[in-house]
């Protein structure tokens, strides 16, 4: 995954060359070695060395003389994933012997963000759809013309059927209808907060089962930022948004702040203790395997904050 085959071709006779890789993406890195071509070919047969580049980002490609360590070329290209790619670094006989390094593209590669651009479309289309039904259903017009056409369907079917009767049709075509339940004690959910939560979730559950294998689905190693970082501080702020909500809802009721305290308390010692006993990072080897323990895990901070929020 998030690689392309890499042929180098080294036509220049007796000239050993050098080739060093580095990402676009490094601030300030030092460039790697990524393989050595020797100069022994011959006269239409090159020298040949195949290897294997990152497609995440762009890549920075310099060729240097083994000998003279000096820079031949430098070069940037973004090379796509599965792709087949040749580099060509020869002599140009254009009245000045120049060295030119040109890259070839043997087999173009494939789109790998194609089933996340139709997952996502589709899930736009979800949306929309569900928008338009939901904008439908808030017509008056609407709402009398569906009603119209059930109740002259379920009509129809009465009187032709052997079992029907003027009286039970004229009861069900009777406008009354019983009033809908209001529940009066349960409280209001704010669906803005629900729904980002749940986006973390859905986020969260496909990051950790691996994420397709898409590099932007994994946690940066050092630097950057991918999608799998924001799953964390947007719990986070989840979480403020949540106890901000919920405490007020509690101390308009009448609750005391010594006993809403005592609940923060509670609540903050459980996740910490549900982070170290339970979620252990070495839970394959055993639930209390301490070896390698992590004591500062998400729930443990999760905890230090909802308790440091709810002060």
């Known amino acids: 995954m998030d690689q392309a085959l890499l042929l180098i071709h080294n036509e220049l006779l007796g000239t050993d060359l ?3 890789w580095n990402s676009e993406r490094c601030y300030h890195c ?10 022994n070919g011959k006269p239409g047969k090159p020298s040949i060395a195949a290897v294997a580049v990152s497609t995440q980002h762009g890549s920075i490609l310099q060729l240097n003389d083994t000998s003279e360590e000096k820079e031949v070329c430098r070069l940037e290209y973004k090379f796509g994933e599965f792709g087949n790619y040749s580099l060509l670094v020869k002599h140009v006989h254009n009245g000045v012997n120049e060295i030119a390094c040109d890259v070839v593209v043997n087999e173009n590669p494939v789109d790998s963000n194609l089933p996340v651009s139709i997952a996502f479309l589709v899930g736009v289309a979800v949306v929309v759809a569900v928008c338009f039904l939901r904008f439908l259903l808030s017509l008056d017009d609407f709402n009398n013309w569906i009603s119209k056409a059930i109740n002259s369907r379920e009509t129809d079917r009465l009187i032709n059927s052997e079992l029907g009767s003027p009286s039970r049709a004229g009861q069900l075509g009777d406008d009354t209808r019983p009033e809908a339940w209001r529940p009066s004690a ?38 950057g930022l991918t999608v799998a970082d924001l799953v964390f501080p947007w ?9 901000f909500l919920s405490m007020t809802s509690i101390l308009q009721r009448g609750c005391s702040k010594f006993r809403l305290l005592g609940k923060i308390t509670w609540r903050s010692f459980l996740l910490i203790c549900i982070g170290i006993f339970i ?17 500062p895990g998400v729930l443990q901070r999760l905890g230090v904050t909802y308790f440091k929020f709810g002060m």
């Open 18 to 20: 050098s080739v060093y």
């Open 30 to 39: 030092l460039l790697q070695v990524l393989v050595n071509v020797s100069g």
């Open 186 to 223: 349960v409280p209001l959910r704010l669906r803005c907060v629900d729904t980002f939560r749940g986006i973390a979730l859905i986020l969260m559950v496909f990051v950790n089962y691996g994420g397709g294998k898409y590099w932007y689905f994994k946690h940066s190693s050092w630097n």
């Open 235 to 243: 719990f986070v702020f989840i979480m403020g948004s949540s106890i």
């Open 279 to 295: 979620v252990n990072p070495n839970y394959c080897l055993g639930p209390l395997s301490w070896d390698k323990v992590r004591i």
